[in-house]
């Protein structure tokens, strides 16, 4: 019996979801996730964003 391609996707899916600032990131994540290019200048407005808000800055990007 062949799997549905529901099936599939569902075997592949992780057994728990996270949110962004669930797990630690760095400022490079951050960046990322704003979806720039990282540069030594946009790691540095990440640290100090990261400093403020805490987790807050990355669930701002992510779900």
């Given at each position: 019996?062949?799997?549905?391609?529901?099936e599939k996707?569902?075997?592949?899916?992780?057994?728990?979801?996270?949110?962004?600032?669930?797990?630690?990131?760095?400022p490079e994540?951050?960046?990322?996730?704003s979806g720039?290019?990282?540069?030594?200048?946009?790691?540095?407005?990440?640290?100090?964003?990261?400093?403020?808000?805490?987790?807050?800055?990355?669930?701002?990007?992510?779900?």
């Amino acid at each position: 019996m062949k799997e549905s391609p529901e099936e599939k996707s569902t075997a592949s899916r992780p057994r728990q979801l996270y949110t962004g600032g669930e797990r630690p990131f760095d400022p490079e994540d951050l960046v990322m996730a704003s979806g720039r290019d990282v540069t030594p200048e946009r790691v540095e407005a990440a640290k100090r964003l990261m400093e403020e808000q805490g987790s807050a800055a990355i669930e701002r990007y992510l779900p």
